[in-house]
């Protein structure tokens, strides 16, 4: 048990080098053994070529078209990274990618001490979130929500800073620099998330003229003076009809409105959570959830509402964040990462406290579980359906199940040698995945494969076509731009005119129109995270 404190309090008395030293050990093996993978990875990998190599700093460019999706702000990191380091392309994104975990964990810790809870609860929320399966996995995921995550985190944590003491400071300012800073890097829910938040906490606190103070409104114009700066440069990259009709239009407003990308029903996230919080979400299991059904619970909270404070701050980011993304019409689960951290706190605060019964129900079931996947895995590995052999099952099930019985075994010893267990257990169950497992998915997850066939045609003399494929996911790999169309007769019309043409395009279109191509004749299949992709040639 002493040996055991004393590594805990190492850990605690270094939280910035044991975060690094985490990351570090999670990733620094996989930084190049991969495939950019369908969908978001190998079509950010095009975004960033086209900001590398031709210039499209401010509007990004996928395929040779514009790509209003994403602001800029993420893709010029990965360039500082091209540049300062020995990497480049693509193992910069992989780097860019635990770069970015390590700056959300950090942001986590910061927002822990901002809000005034000690060392061993920071500490301890910070394992939490590097024993969640799902942080674990964006380590090894090229795109900018971990970097996202961790702006709007700082930013609810300058503006608790502003408004829970008597005097402000610049920490107004600082909010809202952080939280334009996150719409640069992905868009309008990096302001919306923490400025509703410390709204609606305010509101409960009955200080919501707080909002109204000078240093407030400074910010608030620093946050839309480097909003307008990014708007001044799409409108001189692109026109100001480019702006309004698909940038607030199309790809604010009506994602959020009425999407036409993945729209699901008011209740999705209810579903959706659960399965991105685990393991944690089993500590439901193990919380005194009978004191929710008391009359007097709700009546002290209302009554202590002007004394509230950083568990109520907490508790708000989870809600008001849920219910918000709960209202939009797009619903994505990478969506609630910035849910994470404050969970991990109240978790981690509740496990000092929790009553030695609950503590090892919660261990006993965070342990079981991963016994439960471990063995599924084992005896059932096969029966996955990928049509490509994994490599490293056997392996990767292996460590699921000692990993869960080592949680177990520790689960009387308190909750410091629990969360070191699952910490420690996630960092070597991740070395089989990410070694063995994820490379030999690549045939079956990235379009490289078939993007390699389509180039070596290309520069052959072909001409390339793609119909009703998800748009760029070639164009990375095969290093050439290529039409795209939703219209089968303009297509046709189009592959007429050329004597040598390739097409790729999703086998349920293509037995669409088969008929109407008699020139054409299938030379590749490949399923792509599940979706057969055929290329068809001509001449």
């Known amino acids: 048990m002493s040996a055991l404190r004393t590594i805990w309090t190492r850990l605690e008395n270094h939280p910035w080098l044991t975060m690094t030293l985490a990351v570090l050990a999670q990733t620094w093996f996989a930084l190049s053994n991969r495939a950019l993978w369908f969908s978001d990875e190998v079509r950010y990998a095009d975004a960033y070529k086209n900001l590398a190599a031709n210039g499209k700093w401010v509007v990004l460019a996928l395929n040779g078209q514009p790509y209003p999706d994403k602001p800029p702000v993420y893709f010029w990191f990965l360039w500082l990274l091209d540049k300062l380091t020995p990497f480049h392309q693509p193992a910069v994104f992989f780097l860019g990618a635990a770069l970015s975990g390590l700056f959300f964990l950090v942001a986590a810790y910061a927002l822990a001490r901002t809000l005034r809870f000690d060392r061993t609860t920071s500490l301890a929320s910070t394992l939490i979130l590097l ?300 070395y089989p995945v990410g070694m063995l497992a994820a490379p030999s998915l690549d045939d079956a997850m990235s379009p490289r494969r078939q993007a390699l066939i389509l180039k070596d045609y290309i520069e052959r003399g072909y001409a390339p076509f793609a119909a009703r494929v998800y748009s760029g996911i070639y164009t990375f790999y095969a290093g050439h731009d290529y039409p795209e169309f939703d219209n089968y007769d303009r297509l046709i019309e189009e592959m007429a005119t050329r004597d040598k043409a390739v097409l790729v395009i999703r086998e349920s279109h293509w037995n669409d129109i088969r008929d109407r191509l008699t020139e054409f004749h299938v030379v590749d299949r490949q399923s792509i995270a599940g979706l057969v992709h055929v290329l068809a040639v001509k001449g």
């Open 131 to 430: 024993s969640t399966f799902m942080v674990a996995a964006l380590l090894h995921y090229s795109r900018m929500d971990l970097m996202f995550a961790a702006l709007i985190i700082l930013s609810h944590a300058a503006f608790f800073r502003a408004y829970s003491g008597t005097s402000e400071g610049w920490w107004p300012v600082w909010g809202f620099v952080l939280a334009g800073a996150a719409t640069l890097v992905k868009g309008p829910l990096g302001f919306l998330f923490p400025l509703v938040n410390i709204a609606l906490f305010l509101l409960f606190k009955g200080e919501a003229k707080r909002l109204l103070s000078r240093r407030t409104g400074l910010g608030l114009l620093a946050m839309l003076g480097m909003l307008a700066v990014w708007v001044g440069g799409v409108i001189l990259a692109e026109g100001p009809g480019f702006l309004i009709n698909t940038v607030l239009g199309k790809q604010i407003l009506e994602r959020a409105t009425h999407t036409f990308h993945h729209k699901e029903a008011w209740w999705w996230y209810f579903a959706a959570f659960p399965l991105a919080w685990m393991p944690w979400t089993l500590a439901l299991f193990a919380a005194p959830l009978k004191r929710l059904a008391s009359p007097a619970f709700w009546s002290a909270l209302w009554a202590g509402r002007r004394h509230a404070g950083p568990t109520t701050l907490l508790w708000i980011m989870f809600l008001g964040t849920f219910l918000f993304l709960s209202s939009l019409s797009g619903k994505v689960f990478i969506y609630v990462l910035p849910m994470f951290p404050p969970l991990a706190l109240l978790t981690a605060d509740s496990l000092r406290t929790m009553s030695d019964p609950r503590a090892r129900r919660l261990w006993t079931l965070v342990g079981g579980l991963w016994i439960v996947i471990g063995a599924a895995l084992l005896l059932a590995g096969d029966l996955i359906p990928v049509p490509v052999p994994v490599r490293g099952m056997g392996l990767c099930a292996a460590v699921l199940i000692l990993g869960g019985a080592a949680i177990v075994s520790v689960r009387a010893k308190g909750f410091r040698a629990a969360l070191m267990t699952c910490a420690l257990a996630m960092i070597l169950w991740i």
